[in-house]
Nanobody
Framework: EVQLVESGGGSVQAGESLRLACAIS????????LYWYRQADGKEREAVAA????????LYTDPVKGRFTISLDNNENTVYLQMNNLKPEDTAMYYC????WGCGSWSGSRPPPYWGQGTQVTVSA
């Protein structure tokens, strides 16, 4: 069974940084795709970043390019989202997600099958 547990959310001022962590269990090392999604109040859930676990690269939604970085620590089996220069519009619940079979969910055609419980990020102006 795949389990994802997020941590690291909080409340910060605009311009500050946060690092989210997602502890992964039940997923083979170096397989599949790891995602960070977010959902703000009253808005649809959106994919923020994705990482090919086998080292094939990463994807970012345009509003976070140059500010957010997704990374994987295989020793800790943890995926991170480093968020710099945070803006009020980054305020959302952030979710870690995973798919054994690649990053096909990035296109929005289907959601990844495995999800964490979410961690709140609040950025004030």
């Amino acid at each position: 069974e795949v389990q994802l547990v997020e941590s690291g959310g909080g409340s910060v001022q605009a311009g500050e940084s946060l690092r989210l962590a997602c502890a992964i269990s039940g997923l083979a090392h170096g397989s599949g795709c790891l995602y960070w999604y977010r959902q703000a109040d009253g808005k649809e859930r959106e994919a923020v970043a994705a990482l090919y676990a086998a080292g094939g690269g990463s994807l970012y939604t345009d509003p976070v390019k140059g500010r957010f970085t997704i990374s994987l620590d295989n020793n800790e089996n943890t995926v991170y989202l480093q968020m710099n220069n945070l803006k009020p519009e980054d305020t959302a619940m952030y979710y870690c997600a995973a798919d054994r079979w690649g990053c096909g969910s990035w296109s929005g055609s289907r959601p990844p099958p495995y999800w964490g419980q979410g961690t709140q990020v609040t950025v004030s102006a």
